[in-house]
């Protein structure tokens, strides 16, 4: 991986060589380019359990609609980990004197960046989000909460010399929240670079709106450097020139068009559907959920339990592999409706269930269970639901004559049917403002009932 470094390093506690190039070992980067290396972070990514991250997709399931959505969460962290350097370099060269940053601080916040996703479970957020709750229920888990267990573990396990107070440190760098820096007495800024809660603008975006885009061949006009070269720290919080407005609005519009466009994808949200429900069956024989209590584990769940599935001869997996053969051969959870629901009528607004689509049926015709039917309901927002998030941000220039109409909060909620392919479905368009519903239908056995169900969801949200 790159140039070799020199054998014989003074420990972390000194940190000496924590920024210097001579120790480094160099990768590069389609994103960023050379990416630089320190001793200290090659100890970790030198592991099985840093290296589990080239096993599990960014996007999850998302190649199987955009086919060059391959990266992955391997090659994210390092990444981070650049752009995490170059803040605080960048901040250093200015501030250096001014804010006693000093290199614990550099190297700590290079680490946050490198380690923030190492808990990540398969398939992006659908391990988390969709598994996890439906086969335990009240577990309350996160993969920020499992990379915490994973960083002691990789410790204790690779026996890797970092003191206590700066692993400490790293750790709450990585699940930063709003409250934060109401619990810290100096360096509250450090908080602000990699996962930022106090108003959503960290590195993590930075690297995962352009690597997202270009992995799918989308165009972009984020420029995160702009962002990282004029960030200035006052009152031990990260401001910004008021002239980047309109970069860091580009920065919240553009994750909302990656959510519209290629997260929440009618095809992708069709797959997630299939795939979870073929975990699920699995999960008895396999244990899979029992895994996320054990870093030692833990370790060893990728996405290759597709393939585990898929290959194994085990009748109790013979459900989970018909549906995994059906994801092969495109047989797909038929979408059948999206609904949009308006501003106004938002705050009060129900999630609508399988059970509200079947139980607004008619009593003729075909007649759909719970089980024909997945529903989606997806909000996306500006990071700060109805409210516009750069309202949130300290900026050090007044900013004069400029006004912006901004979509704050959208809500998709969408319906899926589950039909062969050549089944020729009417889907009627509505225009979509805040909440968007999208149904599916899962069962191959109702051939003619996607434009039912779609009139049903119809009538359904219009109550």
């Known amino acids: 991986m790159g140039a070799s470094y020199m054998e014989e390093l003074p420990s972390y506690s000194n940190a000496s060589w924590a920024d210097d190039r001579r120790f480094s070992k160099i990768v590069h980067d389609n994103v960023h380019g050379n990416i630089y290396l320190d001793p200290l972070c090659v100890k970790f990514i030198d592991t099985e359990q840093f290296q589990r991250l080239r096993d599990l997709k960014q996007l999850g399931v998302t190649h199987l609609v955009y086919p060059g959505a391959v990266h992955s969460r391997f090659e994210h962290s390092l990444g981070v980990y650049w752009l995490a350097g170059e803040a605080i370099h960048r901040i250093k060269g200015y501030q250096g004197l001014e804010l006693d940053i000093d290199r614990f601080d550099i ?65 709450e760098m990585i699940v930063a929240c709003e409250n934060t820096s109401k619990k810290l007495k100096e360096k509250c800024f450090l908080y602000d670079i990699v996962a930022n809660g106090r108003n959503g603008i960290d590195v993590d975006k930075f690297d995962y709106i352009v690597r997202d885009s270009r992995a799918c061949g989308l165009g972009y006009n984020f420029e995160f450097d702009r962002l990282l070269e004029t960030m200035r720290v006052m009152d031990d919080e990260i401001c910004y020139r008021a002239k980047e407005y309109l970069t860091l609005q580009k920065l919240f519009s553009s994750r909302a068009d990656l959510h519209r466009t290629v997260y929440m994808h009618p095809k992708v949200k069709a797959i997630e559907f299939m795939l979870v429900d073929a975990l699920i069956k699995a999960n008895d024989h396999l244990n899979i959920a029992s895994s996320v209590h054990d870093p030692a584990i833990y370790w060893k769940l990728d996405d290759s339990i597709v393939k585990t599935i898929e290959t194994a001869p085990d009748d109790e997996l ?27 009528k938002l705050e ?19 007649m759909l269970q719970e089980d024909d039917v997945a529903v989606s309901n997806v909000k996306i927002d500006l990071t700060r639901g109805r409210n516009n998030p750069l309202e949130s941000i300290n900026f050090f220039k007044v900013l004069r004559s400029l006004s912006l109409h901004i979509l704050f909060s959208f809500l998709i909620i969408s319906t899926f049917i589950s039909l062969t392919k050549g089944q020729i479905i009417e889907i009627k368009g509505c225009t979509n403002e805040s909440k968007q519903l999208l149904t599916y239908c899962k069962s191959r056995r109702y051939y003619g009932s996607a434009t039912a169900l779609d009139e049903k969801t119809q009538n359904l949200t219009r109550e």
């Open 107 to 171: 190297q700590t916040v290079k680490l946050a960046g490198l380690l923030h996703d190492v808990g990540h479970g398969p398939f992006s957020h659908l391990f988390e989000r969709e598994f996890l709750p439906r086969v335990v229920n009240g577990l309350k888990w996160s993969h920020e909460e499992m990379s915490l267990n994973m960083i002691d573990y990789i410790v204790d396990d690779h026996n890797i010399d970092i003191d206590s107070a700066s692993l400490k440190k790293v750790k």
């Open 318 to 344: 013979k459900e989970s592999r018909d549906l995994i053969l059906r994801i092969r051969r495109r047989e797909l959870y038929q979408f059948c409706n999206e609904f949009s629901v308006p501003k106004d």
């Open 348 to 366: 009060h607004f129900k999630e609508v269930t399988p059970q509200d689509i079947v139980c607004s049926q008619k009593t003729s015709g075909i």
